[in-house]
């Protein structure tokens, strides 16, 4: 039986400093890091800010999001050397979508791309 992988495993909450940080380098906000969250999770602020004090993992995180946004399927490139569309595993490319659209925030991209609206 293969093991898991380690994110599937790691708290989002122990992750998500990271996030803030790579943005606010660049110069954008933790609000605009919590809009990618939400937008892509279905999550609210104040549902995001449970699952992070709840040091629910990854996988759960993803798992149990409210919904899942559908506009998700345009997110597209390379990211960590693997093109996010070509991942099979749901949990895996949803990890990575997310990696993408905080790269992307990072890059200086407005918002209403990186929200594919």
Excluded at 45 to 69: H, I, S, W
């Amino acid at each position: 039986m293969p093991t898991k992988h380690r994110i599937l495993t790691t708290p989002v909450a122990n992750v998500y400093p990271y996030y803030v940080a790579k943005a606010e380098r660049k110069g954008r906000t933790k609000a605009e890091v919590d809009a990618i969250f939400c937008w892509l999770t279905g999550h609210s602020l104040r549902g995001l800010a449970a699952q992070l004090k709840k040091q629910t993992d990854f996988e759960t995180f993803f798992r149990e999001a409210p919904r899942m946004n559908p506009a998700r399927a345009l997110i597209s490139g390379l990211i960590c050397g693997v093109r996010v569309e070509d991942i099979p595993e749901p949990t895996m490319r949803a990890i990575r979508q997310l990696d993408k659209l905080v790269d992307e925030l990072a890059k200086g991209k407005p918002m209403e791309k990186i929200l594919r609206a």
